[in-house]
Nanobody, 123 residues
């Protein structure tokens, strides 16, 4: 089993930045896991934000965040990060961390999820 705990959400003004963290734990977790971030705003479907492969060679970003967000992971600390810059009100959502043994864009392929962290961007 794999457990994921997100942190770093909060309230920020438009144009500001936040960094989300996702700490992974569990008997089966290792650096081969791909990590991803998804988000879900009220009344909307869960949306792909970013992913990083286990070997950190591959990253991918959703169209809405490309050029503004950066995903990374620190294998020594079993932690994935999402650096979010130039935030705007459309980025307001609950952000979820997910883990899987391959870097999928579709959220249905991720077996492990965190509880989510709220990001609110004021105009």
């Amino acid at each position: 089993q794999v457990q994921l705990i997100e942190s770093g959400g909060g309230l920020v003004q438009a144009g500001g930045s936040l960094r989300l963290s996702c700490v992974a734990s569990g008997r089966t977790f290792n650096q081969n896991y791909a990590m991803a971030w998804f988000r879900q705003a009220p009344g909307k479907e869960r949306e792909f934000v970013a992913l990083i492969s286990g070997n950190k060679i591959t990253t991918n970003y959703g169209y809405a965040v490309k050029g503004r967000f950066t995903i990374s992971k620190d294998d020594a600390n079993n932690t994935a990060y999402l650096q979010m810059n130039s935030l705007n009100p459309d980025d307001t959502a609950v952000y979820y961390c997910a883990a899987a043994l391959a870097p999928y864009i579709q959220y249905a392929h991720y077996p492990y999820w965190g509880q989510g962290t709220q990001v609110t961007v004021s105009s």
